[in-house]
Each structure stands twice: as structure tokens, then as C-alpha cells.
């Protein structure tokens, strides 16, 4: 049973910076790419970055692109996100994500192709 776990979420004031952490188990992921994708109230779920596991390949939105950081760590079988110069804008339920790389060297924002998802952990960053 693939299990997907977030922690780290919090309130910090903008400019501030929060690590996020997913911590995978059930299932070998070395052919799978771990993503993060976050939904603000009243917004649609958005792709935030991902990385491929095997290989550590990685994609950004633009609107993080240099401000935030994913990484993997094979010896815990975590995926991070590192957020440093949080604005306001970045309020938003972060969810962890996986799905199958078939493949593919890059990364995929495509929320429909990953197969499991973690419960979600507050991000508040406040003005």
C-alpha cells in the first residue's frame, strides 16, 4: 500500500522560508517521478516542481522557478521542497505526489498522471 506523507506546512511571514517533506513508502519509486503540486482557496490544484527519481531530473512553474528547491533522498525516501522568499501568493494546501516515469527523462505538471497522492499539509504566509 502506497502511503504519501507531508509535513512541515506552517505560517511564516513573507520573505520567510518553510521545507517541505514527503516521506514515500509500499513501493520501490526509482521509476517514478515524486511532485509537488499545491490549491489555493478557491483556486484549481497547480503543479509547483517535480522531481524523476532516478536520474533527480527536475521541472518548475514559473512563478517558483528560483525560490524554491526540490530534492530526493534515497536513504530516508523523502522528496523536499525547500521554499525560501515565500510570498503571500503561496498560500495553499501542498500535496505530495506519484506517478509512474514510463519513460520519461522529464518531469510531467500533468496532475492527472500521477497515481498517488498524500493528504495535503497548510502552507500560510502571511503579509
Known amino acids: 500500500q502506497v502511503q504519501l506523507v507531508e509535513s512541515g506546512g506552517g505560517l511564516v511571514q513573507a520573505g520567510g522560508s518553510l521545507r517541505l517533506s514527503c516521506a514515500a513508502s509500499g513501493r520501490t519509486f526509482s521509476n517514478y517521478f515524486m511532485g509537488w503540486f499545491r490549491q489555493a482557496p478557491g483556486k484549481e490544484r497547480e503543479f509547483v516542481a517535480a522531481i524523476r527519481w532516478s536520474g533527480g531530473s527536475t521541472r518548475y512553474s514559473d512563478s517558483v522557478k528560483g525560490r524554491f528547491t526540490i530534492s530526493r533522498d534515497n536513504a530516508k525516501n523523502t522528496v523536499d521542497l525547500q521554499m525560501n522568499s515565500l510570498k503571500p501568493e503561496d498560500t495553499a494546501v501542498y500535496y505530495c505526489?506519484?506517478?509512474?516515469?514510463?519513460?520519461?527523462?522529464?518531469?510531467?505538471?500533468?496532475?492527472?498522471?500521477?497515481?498517488?497522492w498524500g493528504q495535503g499539509t497548510q502552507v500560510t504566509v502571511s503579509s
Open positions: 505526489a506519484a506517478g509512474t516515469a514510463s519513460g520519461r527523462t522529464w518531469p510531467t505538471t500533468n496532475e492527472n498522471l500521477y497515481d498517488y
